[in-house]
Structure formats: structure tokens, C-alpha cells
């Protein structure tokens, strides 16, 4: 394979690994079975009431060369091959059904925020000789700490 050739292989495969998702595999990204995005894009249109030129507007947005004739052959991929991307589909989604969109399941924790910190051997061993004397957490001792610090000392533990 010429030179060329092949750095223009690796340009197309890099601008692609921007959309989210590996070029090195063989597995389908979507649909799993035949006639699925047509079911959603059809179910989404149904639904939401949108039309087949918002979508188009949408899916445009991100790929500029998308069309009404290349949405029909993404409706019918089992007869054309065509597919939506990955990203594509998830901006129509948010767009027209952000409820469908799995949300982020919420920290289970009174305290959810982390903080962290690296200490050297000696330092290390010292503070869990203290902890050990005093009998106090790692959680407790550094969050008293740092209320202390931001409280000027007023804040009293519990």
C-alpha cells in the first residue's frame, strides 16, 4: 500500500475515534437486529410528534452532509446497510425524548464529595500510629482537619 494511502487511513480512523467509539471493532454499535432504528425513529416520531425534517435538522447539526435520502436509507438499514451513529441517535434522543435518557443514578452517601491525598511511608505510618491512639477514623481526623482550617478553629467535633 503506498505511503499516502495509508496516512490518509490513519487521518479517517482518528476523525472517526472522535465520535465516541472504537474503529477496531467488528461488533455492531446499533442496531442489534434488523429494522430496530426504523422502529425508533418511527416510535420517536410518533411519540414526540417531530417531524422527519426536525430530525434531519438534529442529526445535520452534526453531520452536515445528512439529508432526507440518507434518513430514509437509515429508516430502511435492513435494505441499505446504513446506520445511525452512535452519537447521532443519543442527540435525537435528547432532543426529542430526554426522558428516555438513563440518568445518573445518585450518590448513595451522606458525604458524596471526595478528597485525596499522597503521603511518604513516614508520613503515612505516623498518622496511623496517631489514629491508632486516639482511635479515630482517617475520615474523621482529615474532615476535622479541614473544617478547622476553613473555620479558624471554630468548629467543635462531634
Do not use: W
Amino acid at each position: 500500500m503506498p505511503k499516502k494511502s495509508v496516512t490518509a487511513l490513519g487521518q479517517q480512523q482518528r476523525s472517526r475515534e472522535g465520535d465516541g467509539y472504537s474503529t477496531n471493532t467488528s461488533m455492531p454499535i446499533l442496531p442489534r437486529t434488523d429494522g430496530e432504528v426504523k422502529g425508533v425513529l418511527q416510535k420517536l416520531c410518533k411519540e414526540t410528534g417531530a417531524s422527519t425534517k426536525d430530525m434531519i435538522e438534529v442529526v445535520r447539526a452534526i453531520y452536515p452532509k445528512y439529508d432526507k435520502t440518507l434518513h430514509s436509507k437509515v429508516e430502511n438499514g435492513d435494505k441499505y446497510g446504513v446506520q445511525l451513529r452512535p452519537r447521532a441517535m443519543t442527540a435525537l434522543i435528547r432532543r426529542f425524548a430526554p426522558e428516555r435518557l438513563r440518568a445518573r443514578k445518585p450518590e448513595g452517601r451522606a458525604k458524596p464529595y471526595r478528597i485525596q491525598a499522597r503521603l511518604n511511608r513516614d508520613a503515612y505510618g505516623l498518622l496511623q500510629q496517631a489514629l491508632d491512639r486516639t482511635g479515630r477514623t482517617t475520615q474523621d481526623y482529615i474532615e476535622a482537619l479541614i473544617l478547622n482550617d476553613l473555620t479558624g478553629g471554630k468548629h467543635e467535633q462531634d
